[in-house]
């Protein structure tokens, strides 16, 4: 009995451990994407031709 219990924590710390780092991964992939698309914004937006104001 004892066995099992330590057997069931050990499996629940490695699955919440699993699922925290899929979290963390998915995550940070949406941060990069984010990241990227904004860049790629300000990059068209300070390329696009606007007219002079004088």
């Given at each position: 009995?004892?066995?099992?219990?330590?057997?069931?924590?050990?499996?629940g710390a490695g699955?919440?451990?699993?699922?925290?780092?899929?979290?963390?991964?998915?995550?940070?992939?949406?941060?990069?994407?984010?990241?990227?698309?904004?860049?790629?914004?300000?990059?068209?937006?300070?390329?696009?031709?606007?007219?002079r104001r004088r």
């Open positions: 009995m004892y066995g099992r219990v330590i057997g069931v924590g050990t499996t699955g919440a451990t699993l699922a925290a780092t899929g979290l963390w991964m998915n995550s940070m992939a949406m941060m990069v994407a984010a990241t990227t698309l904004v860049a790629a914004g300000i990059a068209v937006f300070k390329l696009a031709p606007r007219p």
